[in-house]
């Protein structure tokens, strides 16, 4: 069974970067699609970025462009969320997810994905 664990969140300032990563045990990744998402606090989860099983991105959240990058390698089954210029807003628990789906496409937002890491928290002082 496809198991996943994310890490690298802390407590970074305004402008800082911090680099999330997305470890899959269990089964090999290379099938499929990897969505990061975050919650803050008193809000919806959101999407953020996925990539395809081919390694094709997709932004989920306009207000992230420019600024997170995801990326995956298969060798290490893991999938990485690259942040930079991190902002207040940025705030929130950080999850990943993965949806059996091989090829070039990402699902769409709002798609419910199939196995859910439990979550890594990410806090942007001002």
């Known amino acids: 069974q496809l198991q996943l664990v994310e890490s690298g969140g802390g407590l970074v300032q305004t402008g800082g970067s911090l680099r999330l990563s997305c470890a899959a045990s269990?089964?090999?990744?290379?099938?499929?699609?990897i969505g990061w998402f975050r919650q803050a606090p008193g809000k919806e989860r959101e999407g953020v970025q996925c990539i395809s099983s081919s390694g094709g991105s997709t932004n989920y959240a306009d207000s992230v462009k420019g600024r997170f990058t995801i990326s995956r390698d298969n060798a290490k089954n893991t999938v990485y969320l690259q942040m930079n210029s991190l902002k207040p807003e940025d705030t929130g628990i950080y999850y990943c997810?993965?949806?059996?789906?091989?090829?070039?496409?990402?699902?769409?937002?709002?798609?419910?994905?199939?196995?859910w890491g439990q979550g890594t928290q990410v806090t942007v002082s001002s």
């Open positions: 269990g089964y090999p990744l290379d099938h499929y699609a």
């Open positions: 997810a993965a949806e059996p789906l091989y090829g070039t496409s990402c699902p769409p937002l709002g798609y419910e994905y199939d196995v």
